[in-house]
């Protein structure tokens, strides 16, 4: 199994709502990321989960919320969320070797905050 | 602060005309540039990762070089399924491991291929 898979593909939310985005990949990898990608944009980094530890938030406002339950899982839980949120979250991960090593990212959540 | 510069933006071309995407890049100390493509509405595919300066790799109609400055991703005979975004990345060596796995993404290169 190479993918990793990420539940649900679009969800569309309203600026109360509290949702949470799935993410499970069975390839071993010990290290997680969370992206969001606007249109037209790159990705940008969001979290990284290492050995189910929070190694990096790039200062993401605190209405976005990671958990990594066990070394497979890593969920994005939203709360009161905004419409600039709006985006295309994605999953992605990776073995943490020393040396760089390829992502395998997921096909995304359409996130809609209306 | 680590960057990455993209270019072409956009690069139109018909099938069979080979051409070249860069991907420039200024790091504190490399630990690998990455290449991926994008369809729209997809994540990212990995395509290439290049350790150090001088190495080659190459996937069907791809290959990628590195420098110490810049990639660049060749496209040899392109087909109209090559259309996507290519994306370039580096990841950084940093001490103390607060950035163990961020890469750092370019803007994107938008290729169209006509048949």
């Known amino acids: 199994d190479t993918e990793v898979t990420q539940t649900p593909k679009h969800l569309v939310m309203g600026m109360t709502n509290k949702k949470s985005l799935k993410c499970e990949q069975h390839?071993?990898?010990?290290?997680m990321y969370w992206y969001k990608q606007k249109a037209k944009k790159p990705p940008e980094l969001m979290f990284v989960?290492?050995?189910?530890?929070?190694?990096i938030n790039e200062s993401v406002p605190s209405r976005f919320s990671p958990e990594c339950p066990n070394s497979s899982l890593l969920n994005l839980h939203l709360h009161a969320l905004q419409p600039e949120d709006s985006a295309l979250y994605l999953c992605?991960?990776?073995?943490?070797?020393?040396?760089?090593?390829?992502?395998?990212f997921g096909s995304g959540t359409r996130l809609t905050v209306v | 602060e680590d960057q990455v510069t993209q270019s072409p933006e956009a690069l139109r071309l018909q099938e069979g005309e080979s051409s070249s995407l860069n991907c420039s890049y200024t790091?504190?100390?490399?630990?690998?540039l990455f290449w991926y493509r994008q369809d729209p509405g997809k994540g990212p595919e990995f395509l290439f990762t290049?350790?150090?300066a001088g190495e080659e790799k190459e996937k069907e109609r791809l290959k990628a070089t590195l420098t110490k400055k810049e990639s660049f991703l060749h496209i040899t005979a392109p087909k109209p399924e090559d259309s996507a975004t290519y994306l370039c990345?580096?990841?950084?060596?940093?001490?103390?491991?607060?950035?163990?796995?961020?890469?750092?993404f370019g803007q994107g290169t938008i290729l169209t291929v006509h048949p």
């Open positions: 790091v504190s100390g490399l630990r690998g």
């Open positions: 390839m071993g990898h010990r290290a």
């Open positions: 290049l350790y150090s």
């Open positions: 990345a580096v990841q950084a060596v940093k001490f103390g491991g607060t950035s163990y796995g961020k890469l750092t």
């Open positions: 992605a991960s990776s073995q943490p070797i020393i040396r760089g090593y390829g992502y395998t």
């Open positions: 989960y290492s050995y189910e530890k929070l190694s």
